[in-house]
């Protein structure tokens, strides 16, 4: 099902950053710290009451400012409360109602949409009276909360759950690969659209970021059958808050969630940039399977080395992501291209596949003796057992005597002798180390 968004507006100063830190922070925090990795945290994903939705922190929204940055983060901030299906309309108990809250709330009243108004930093009792007077900005009851100290979050996220909508199904069966193409402006996702259809089925432009919503295109090859997802190209930060760039980046996102693979696009040309990283760093967050795509290798110059020393490059720039295979093609002239829809295949095989428990812990006893776990303060690591617990991504347990005797470093060397006894190419692993209850 696809994930209703959730805004959180208002002006600057009131909390909204370390609210959306708190709906987040759980699930960003079991994702691995690997080398390369950089998160953009204007963007998330939450789940509360089993309910899963995307978060988006928007900038202060500041009404009479002057400065252009400022009138560029209201944009962004109206555009987010355009896409959104619920608001967390933000305010603070010390400050009292502002005229830039009536300002927002104006803002708000036109987008008729629903709301939650919480107000922030009531980190006492004796402030909770002073949320009274925040009725007269017309949202109904107002939920105190604290940023600080996390007392009312939950009552605000039972009150944002209870309004969320329920987002329909795509018509897609379960054998359709839904692919998406993310990558910055111009890179050539269009056109890499149009050349894997045969067809001019996406508008394709010189000028960068034509594309502005994610457009689906359904189609069937060899007797599978794929979606491809084209976004709009996410920009680098300095450039985001540009008109349309939040909202591009946003469905960017969605597009990404909805995906199997997710097909990260790299201009072979211009060569790689901070932003490939971060645009690479959405699609491993969200446990994507993932295929870099280097594009326009026509125009690049080469000799019997240049393949390979490109290639080396993206390894050494995306440590996170060496899982992932890399497929040079050019949209223009087709070449290679026929290569990219069976690496597509073999990788979202990869996402959804299942390892046997009692094979999973002949690789892990291979490996404790080729290499047993070392000794911390004379403590050592004992691996009871581990299982496979789910699918896409693949998310391994491993169940110990204590999680903290497992080094990051351990860990790493187990992942890799998995990796190298069955074929995850493509997708990345989830690990996790649990103690082993005694009645296990």
């Given at each position: 099902m696809a994930r209703p968004i959730v805004a959180i507006v208002g002006?600057?100063?009131v909390g909204k950053s370390t609210i959306f830190n708190r709906i987040v922070g759980d699930r960003l925090a079991i994702v691995e710290d690997k080398p390369g990795v950089t998160r953009?945290?204007?963007?998330?994903?939450g789940e509360w009451l089993g309910r899963a939705f995307s978060i988006i922190d928007t900038g202060g929204i500041e009404i009479d400012g002057e400065d252009q940055m400022l009138k560029l983060v209201r944009i962004q901030a109206e555009l987010a409360i355009e896409e959104a299906d619920v608001i967390i309309f933000m305010v603070?108990?010390?400050?009292?109602?502002?005229?830039s809250d009536d300002e927002v709330a104006q803002m708000l009243y036109r987008a008729k949409k629903p709301v939650v108004l919480a107000v922030n930093k009531v980190d006492n009792m004796k402030r909770q009276d002073e949320i009274y007077e925040f009725y007269s900005l017309g949202f109904g009851d107002p939920i105190s909360i604290s940023g600080s100290h996390g007392t009312g979050i939950g009552d605000m996220l039972d009150a944002v759950v209870k309004i969320l909508p329920e987002k329909p199904e795509e018509d897609y069966g379960e054998d359709t690969i839904r692919v998406a193409l993310i990558g910055r402006p111009n890179v050539g996702k269009s056109s890499l659209v149009n050349a894997i259809l045969g067809e001019d089925r996406v508008i394709v432009s010189e000028m960068a970021g034509t594309t502005r919503d994610a457009i689906d295109t359904p189609f069937e090859k060899d007797g599978q059958k794929y979606v491809l997802i084209d976004t709009a190209g996410m920009r680098k930060r300095g450039k985001v808050y540009e008109t349309t760039e939040k909202y591009s980046v946003m469905r960017a996102m969605q597009a990404i969630e909805r995906a199997d693979v997710v097909l990260v696009v790299i201009n072979g040309?211009?060569?790689?940039?901070e932003q490939d990283k971060h645009i690479a760093g959405y699609a491993h967050d969200a446990g994507k399977?993932?295929?870099?795509?280097?594009n326009k290798w026509d125009a690049v110059e080469k000799d019997d080395k240049t393949m390979q020393e490109f290639t080396q490059k993206i390894r050494d720039h995306f440590l996170f992501m060496t899982y992932a295979p890399i497929v040079f093609v050019s949209a223009k002239t087709k070449q290679r291209l026929q290569?990219?829809?069976?690496?597509?295949?073999?990788?979202s095989e990869a996402h959804a596949m299942r390892i046997q428990t009692h094979l999973l812990n002949d690789v892990i006893s291979d490996a404790l003796a080729v290499n047993p776990p070392p000794t911390d303060k004379g403590r050592r690591l004992r691996l009871n057992y581990v299982t496979q617990v789910s699918v896409k991504p693949p998310t391994i347990v491993f169940f110990v005597n204590d999680p903290e005797l497992m080094h990051f470093s351990y860990e790493r060397y187990l992942e890799n002798r998995i990796r190298a006894s069955f074929n995850f190419d493509g997708t990345p692993l989830r690990l996790f180390t649990r103690r082993k209850s005694d009645d296990e």
């Open positions: 002006r600057p100063n953009d945290r204007l963007y998330g994903s603070d108990a010390k400050s009292g109602v502002t005229g040309e211009e060569g790689i940039i399977a993932s295929v870099f795509v280097v290569k990219l829809l069976p690496v597509v295949g073999e990788v």
